[in-house]
């Protein structure tokens, strides 16, 4: 990186950083630090929100998502909208008519304390992981990509979350998020736009789809009915429905940015905001992987995207066979190059043979995978405890060796502004439930309100500590992406299905829902270790063998 790029980095994030310091400084109540005085608009917590979800690892791993595997991810969102609608207008208007804190704060008002605490534990042990993953993530690929030290790019990322979260709670979450995506979204629309311009000199946008769309990049929807199939529409809309009703509605990270509103409006309109954008933003993203596949078709890409892979086998003195398999990848790619201009020139021209060229260009395209695939097993062959997947070194290998330097360091910018805004979100509402559900609610309930700000702020600083030591501790085997909704499945569809009995099946009591829970949590850990099922319908098996389980113990229960 050039100094310019380093310049553009840390005034970035020094200014999010500092902001974010000097506008929340002040706190003097738990409201003001656990809810920002309910004072937030619509525009604030709708970004808050959706910074919340968008980690840097939407931003390194969903383009590689799209680069190696196409659109289909997508289908991952499209419950998001359904479900964002039934928090608005059910779970919200409840949390602000009880004036709660937190979501499991509900649980003890509907069943008993037991119940709270094991829905508080579940959400402590899910997000306090992915909070780790969250800022390991991005450090492992920018330390690898960067020549940068792991260890201090984790500590970078981890102690400016702590500085500012410690210092203003959830409005400096909430109001350092506003930058943090306005940065992001700039920053992945530039990089868009560069992409355009260097495939300009050999096809146009559409002429790009059309080879995209040869090679089977855009296809969106898959409405295939098996069960093993990651993404389908079918999982899609009742698993990721499931997902995101789980996530908005009772994960705290998210439930707490929208109880900052000033009125229930306000946060309503925050969460229509992300109905409305969210899927257009995670389209955008991937089809900008699909692009720089692309792009790949007519520049030249490296056999293997993570560079560190081909020096451990060049250091295993396996140079020959990696050379050779270099040079016949080098081959195969000039072959798939004139087979894409050969097929765009027979689609300008409406000749007869577009699909005898559309054939080749498959055939070599997939001949050169199958060489990308001989160096993973080369790479496995010299060391089998490294990760082969490359697809998270994809965009930020394109980054840092085509984009001009100034928007390599707001790329760069971007990802790091993308770890700190869900950072700080997880470990402020890790402490906030910490607080509020163990440390008030059964070791210290008598304390003054100063006791509880203070304990807030320690505990932001454990939480950050454990998370920066989850970090160190992470090791991925994973698309990163995929790894977190993986992570959130096997909780969120248990913690959901405790909610929904709480809102709607009235006769059931808490002893009867707190051994479903447990029940349901593990069978889901089992079939997640010993079945093939696609883990989006974790969410809803979770979910329903909670409600149902509940009400079956309870009518035992009864006639006992």
């Not at 530039?190 to 992409?195: D, E, N, P, S, V």
């Not at 409406?350 to 995978?369: K, R």
């Not at 790329?411 to 402490?431: D, H, K, P, R, Y």
């Not at 569809?493 to 709607?504: D, E, S, T």
Request: proline share 2%.
């Amino acid at each position: 990186m050039h100094f310019l790029d380093f310049l553009v980095l840390f005034g970035t994030l020094g200014f999010i950083v500092g902001y974010g310091v000097w506008k929340t400084k002040g706190n003097r109540n738990i409201e003001g630090y656990l809810l920002g005085d309910k004072s937030m608009k619509w525009g604030t917590i709708g970004l808050s929100v959706m910074a919340t979800q968008a980690s840097a690892i939407t931003f390194i791993s969903t383009p590689g998502q799209g680069y190696e595997s196409g659109m289909g991810f997508v289908q991952n969102y499209f419950g998001l909208p359904i479900a964002l609608i039934i928090v608005a207008f059910v779970f919200i208007p409840l949390y602000y008519k009880l004036n709660v804190y937190t979501a499991y704060e509900f649980l003890e008002k509907r069943f008993d304390q037991k119940t709270r605490l094991l829905g508080a534990f579940l959400f402590m042990v899910q997000r306090g992981l992915a909070a780790g993953i969250t800022i390991y993530a991005p450090a492992i690929i920018l330390s690898t990509i960067l020549v940068w030290d792991l260890s201090w790019t984790i500590l970078l990322v981890g102690i400016l979350v702590i500085i500012y979260t410690v210092s203003g709670g959830t409005k400096a979450v909430s109001l350092t998020q506003k930058y943090q995506m306005a940065v992001i979204l700039i920053g992945m629309v530039m990089a868009f736009f560069y992409i355009l311009d260097y495939l300009s000199p050999f096809v146009s946008f559409t002429g790009a789809l059309e080879i995209a769309g040869r090679l089977n990049k855009l296809n969106a929807v898959d409405f295939s009915l098996n069960f093993e199939t990651r993404y389908t529409v079918w999982s899609g809309v009742l698993g990721g429905l499931f997902l995101a009703l789980s996530y908005f509605g009772t994960d705290q990270s998210q439930v707490q940015r929208y109880l900052g509103g000033k009125n229930t409006t306000e946060s309503k309109m925050g969460l229509m905001f992300n109905a409305i954008l969210k899927i257009p933003m995670q389209f955008f993203i991937l089809l900008t992987g699909v692009l720089i596949y692309v792009f790949y078709v007519f520049y030249q890409p490296p056999v293997h995207f993570n560079n560190a892979s081909l020096e451990t086998v060049k250091g295993a003195g396996k140079t020959i066979e990696l050379n050779q398999i270099k040079s016949d990848h080098d081959d195969l790619i000039e072959k798939r190059k004139q087979s894409a201009l050969d097929y765009r020139d027979a689609l300008k021209k409406g000749d007869g043979n577009i699909q005898q060229v559309g054939d080749e260009l498959i055939e070599n395209a997939a001949a050169v995978d199958s060489k990308r695939d001989e160096m993973k097993t080369l790479i496995s062959s010299v060391d089998g405890a490294i990760k082969t997947k490359d697809s998270d070194y994809v965009f930020l290998t394109f980054i840092l060796n085509y984009l001009p330097h100034g928007l390599i360091g707001l790329l760069i910018a971007v990802i790091f502004s993308a770890a700190m805004s869900s950072t700080s979100s997880e470990i402020n509402a890790l402490a906030s439930t910490t607080v509020v559900d163990f440390y008030k609610n059964i070791i210290n309930t008598k304390a003054s309100d100063k006791n509880y700000l203070n304990a807030s702020k320690w505990l932001t600083v454990l939480w950050g500590g454990l998370a920066i030591a989850f970090a160190f501790m992470a090791h991925l085997s994973e698309n990163l992406i995929e790894m977190v909704n993986i992570l959130g499945s096997i909780f969120y569809g248990n913690i959901l299905g405790i909610f929904l009995v709480a809102f709607f099946v009235k006769h059931v009591k808490g002893n009867a829902v707190f051994i479903a829970a447990i029940v349901s949590q593990i069978t889901i850990f089992l079939l997640f270790l010993f079945t093939d099922i696609g883990y989006l319908w974790f969410n809803v098996i979770g979910c329903v063998m909670t409600i149902l389980l509940s009400m079956l113990l309870q009518s035992m229960l009864k006639k006992q």
